[in-house]
Nanobody
């Protein structure tokens, strides 16, 4: 069973940066699609980024050029560097992992989820 543990959320002013981490305790080497989603109060969970095991990355249009996803080799650990944060980025951020190659931008394609970490951006 894969467990995902997130950290790095917090409160920043607009224009600031945060780096989210998502760790999977223990050594794991397999083919997983890693993703970040976010959910604001009263809103649907929405796709932020995904990172395939071959390194292919995709981003939602609203974070392109501001957010960068990366991972550790041979592990399911991933990171989300968030720069130039805006108040509309305020949400609970979730990391996710899905077995096999990435094939969807929807949350239904992921088998494992972190507990979420809150990001709050003030104007």
């Amino acid at each position: 069973q894969v467990q995902l543990v997130e950290s790095g959320g917090g409160s920043v002013q607009a224009g600031g940066s945060l780096r989210l981490s998502c760790a999977s305790p223990g050594y794991t080497y397999s083919r997983y699609c890693l993703a970040w989603f976010r959910q604001a109060p009263g809103e649907e969970r929405e796709f932020v980024s995904r990172l395939d095991f071959d390194g292919d990355t995709r981003y939602a249009d609203f974070v392109k050029g501001r957010f960068t996803v990366s991972k550790d080799n041979y592990k399911i650990n991933q990171y989300l560097q968030m720069n130039s944060l805006k108040p509309e980025d305020t949400a609970m951020y979730y990391c996710a992992a899905g077995r096999g190659s990435c094939y969807t931008y929807g949350p239904e394609g992921y088998n494992y989820w972190g507990q979420g970490t809150q990001v709050t951006v003030s104007s």
